[in-house]
């Protein structure tokens, strides 16, 4: 399941696998039907493959390092702070901001299917999507992180959060001290994806 | 429904299996798949409960084997012939075999930004008070539906507290069926790691669960 | 461990399918299947308890859509893998011979064990099933952890799978017959009720 079935779906040449011949003839249906506008299921492609990813939610969390009263904001009404900065819309009509501290690791996940902070983060990862992490964050979350790369100190408390509602959660990572005099440009290219879900740190790159 | 979509607390999955420099998607046909989903679901006329109930509808062996973009497209598939936008014989053959349906006219390329980044919302105005505060005591149902719940199997009949109380909305329970939204009163509700899986730490799991799911402890 | 084998409560694999005469076996195969891995158990190298867990071990998608002797070879494979046993020189066990066969099934291999520990709970007495979540073999099912029910019979002192199964030891334990209604376990109201075998350690008292 790692790699969610793709390897026994890849054909070679332009001869294309079982299931991409099913999903051609329900697109040419629905196409043809009149139900999908062309241009627009590309747009709708595109939109997710090139103009809304983890770069929002890194300036988010850049913001929120920089500027006291917008981070105060963030953590009182998250989903009117994002939408400040032009992030809304599907998957983050309503959004809950989590701090993590020295004392409280929070990390993001849906067991029950892929709940994820589209605006801010874009679509999900299939790590994410898939059953070994689904099944394990809520139970065995350290176990996780250890995976991920991270060792938390057994002083830190881990919260796991089960997307189960409409509501979506964004971590702001610690930010890291060295980065004091960095601009917050500079800042929202250090922090990644997995941070803002909560299975990894933000760490300046050697 | 207790289906194999309900993976919290399930073992034998082996390690999490992150890609370095992920695509947003892996093959063609994902990407399609995605595009359908999204460009349908405005003509459509039904609720993302009711999509995910679709996608919990495969046979949970099926479920596990198969990718993510194949529930998709297995939900997409069933949610077309039970809204009568299409039928079996047409989505096997890719061929107009029934008169089209009348159905809101489909976004166009130009209203895409707008529909994706525009304004919606769960939100529903409250019919009564909330029943919980944060910091009550509450206690989830142990409760067995047949269809389409939020309230995964490791929670159930456990005792938790109230985080946080988003307000009241939509209820996927009912939602999911086409009975209705119902609206109830959302809350964050936070469990020990000990409570819920008998571990001796202080971590803590939190849910999003609706007050129909709880009762005071 | 929480794997694919845990099966009580859940929903979605369609209705039971009788098969008018069926045959003890279906195929050919699956009665080879079934000789093997008998004939192979009779060498000793392993215990009922390791073999099960060894077929619960299988991935989770790969065990829901397998048939049952599917499963046992897996399971087989696995115990002979873990013991290097399918490469080098063969161990020197003492096979099972045609002699032997008919004793060995009527004898079986009884699990019942002698103890001079009391058991802690008696008939009617009402106990909670613990809320536990070992990764290892345990025949204590999710369904059940939380729960309260009640003793309906005392089986004796038995082999205790979840020590056994990890080759700690039969460790014995008293064994239970505990009843849990349906409304306990499902909420659903309704008299009737579900029984399943326990072991004390998977027992306490409600609270």
Redesign the interface.
């Known amino acids: 399941?790692?790699?969610?079935?793709?390897d026994h779906?890849?054909h070679h040449g332009s001869e294309?696998?079982p299931?991409?011949l099913?999903?051609?003839?329900?697109?040419?249906?629905?196409i043809?039907?009149?139900?999908?506008?062309p241009?627009?299921?590309?747009?709708?492609?595109e939109?997710?493959?090139t103009k809304?990813?983890p770069r929002n939610g890194a300036r988010v969390v850049a913001k929120a390092w920089t500027d006291p009263a917008y981070r105060k904001w963030l953590f009182e009404d998250a989903t009117a702070a994002i939408a400040s900065l032009?992030?809304?819309?599907?998957q983050g009509?309503?959004m809950?901001a989590l701090e993590n501290t020295p004392d409280t690791h929070n990390m993001v996940v849906c067991?029950?299917?892929?709940c994820y902070p589209w605006?801010v983060l874009?679509?999900p990862?299939?790590?994410y999507?898939?059953?070994?992490?689904?099944?394990?964050a809520?139970?065995d979350?350290?176990g996780?992180l250890k995976?991920?790369g991270v060792e938390l100190p057994a002083t830190t408390?881990?919260?796991?959060?089960?997307?189960?509602?409409?509501?979506r959660y964004l971590v702001i990572p610690m930010r890291p001290a060295e980065t004091r005099d960095w601009s917050e440009e500079k800042l929202a290219e250090i922090v990644t994806r997995?941070s803002m879900i909560g299975?990894g740190l933000v760490q300046v790159p050697a | 429904m207790n289906g194999a979509?309900?993976?919290?607390?399930?073992?034998g999955?082996?390690?999490?299996?992150?890609?370095p420099n992920?695509p947003?998607?892996?093959?063609?046909?994902e990407?399609?798949?995605?595009?359908?989903m999204?460009?349908?679901g405005d003509?459509?006329g039904w609720s993302?409960d009711e999509d995910?109930s679709a996608?919990e509808a495969m046979s949970p062996a099926t479920y596990?084997?198969?990718?993510?973009y194949?529930h998709w497209?297995h939900g997409?598939?069933y949610l077309?012939v039970k809204h009568g936008?299409?039928t079996p014989q047409?989505?096997?053959?890719?061929?107009?075999l029934s008169p089209?349906k009348t159905?809101p006219e489909?976004?166009?390329?130009g209203?895409?930004?707008e529909?994706?980044?525009?304004?919606?919302?769960?939100?529903r105005q409250p019919q009564s008070p909330a029943r919980f505060k944060p910091g009550d005591k509450v206690r989830t149902r142990n409760i067995h539906p047949e269809t389409h719940t939020?309230?995964?199997r490791?929670?159930r009949g456990r005792t938790g507290e109230i985080t946080?109380v988003?307000g009241c909305?939509?209820f996927?329970d009912s939602n999911a069926m086409g009975t209705g939204e119902d609206p109830h009163w959302?809350y964050?509700v936070?469990f020990t790691?000990r409570e819920?899986?008998g571990?001796d730490?202080?971590?803590?799991?939190?849910?999003?669960?609706?007050e129909p799911y709880l009762e005071p402890a | 461990m929480?794997g694919p084998q845990d099966l009580g409560g859940m929903m979605g694999f369609g209705p039971i399918a009788p098969e008018p005469n069926e045959p003890v076996f279906h195929a050919d195969w699956e009665r080879r299947a079934f000789g093997v891995v008998l004939a192979m158990g009779g060498l000793g190298a392993w215990s009922i308890d390791q073999s099960r867990f060894a077929r619960e071990s299988m991935?989770?998608?790969e065990y829901l859509s397998s048939t049952y002797y599917e499963i046992w070879l897996a399971g087989l494979e696995r115990l002979m893998r873990e013991r290097g046993m399918l490469e080098g020189e063969p161990k020197k066990l003492k096979k099972l011979t045609k002699d032997e066969v008919a004793s060995r099934l009527a004898r079986g291999s009884p699990c019942d064990r002698a103890t001079n520990k009391q058991a802690r709970f008696k008939p009617g007495d009402r106990v909670r099933a613990r809320n536990i979540?070992p990764e290892g073999h345990t025949r204590l099912p999710r369904y059940v952890r939380g729960h309260v029910g009640e003793i309906a019979r005392v089986h004796g002192c038995h082999v205790f799978p979840d020590s056994n199964a990890k080759g700690r030891g039969e460790d014995p334990q008293w064994l239970y017959a505990v009843s849990f209604s349906a409304h306990e376990l499902w909420g659903h109201d309704t008299a009737d009720s579900v029984t399943l075998d326990l072991w004390e350690p998977y027992l306490e008292p409600p609270a």
């Open positions: 399941m790692a790699h969610d079935g793709h779906d890849h294309l696998s299931i991409a099913r999903v051609k003839a329900l697109e040419s249906l629905l043809e039907k009149g139900y999908v506008d241009a627009a299921m590309d747009a709708l492609i939109t997710y493959e809304i990813g032009g992030y809304t819309g599907r009509e309503h809950v067991t029950l299917c892929s605006p874009g679509l990862p299939v790590w999507k898939s059953p070994p992490y689904r099944s394990r809520v139970i979350p350290r996780v995976e991920f408390q881990v919260k796991v959060w089960d997307s189960t509602a409409e509501i997995d299975t | 979509h309900d993976l919290g607390g399930a073992m999955f082996g390690p999490v299996a992150p890609e992920e947003v998607f892996h093959e063609d046909w990407r399609r798949v995605y595009g359908l999204a460009a349908v003509v459509g993302i995910r996608c596990l084997k198969t990718g993510y194949e497209l997409l598939e077309l936008l299409a047409e989505i096997a053959t890719g061929k107009i089209r159905v489909a976004t166009t390329a209203e895409v930004w529909r994706v980044t525009g304004p919606g919302s769960y939100l939020r309230l995964p490791y929670a946080l988003h909305h939509v996927p959302l964050a936070t790691a819920l899986w571990r730490t202080a971590d803590t799991v939190t849910l999003d669960l609706w | 929480n991935p989770p998608a979540h």
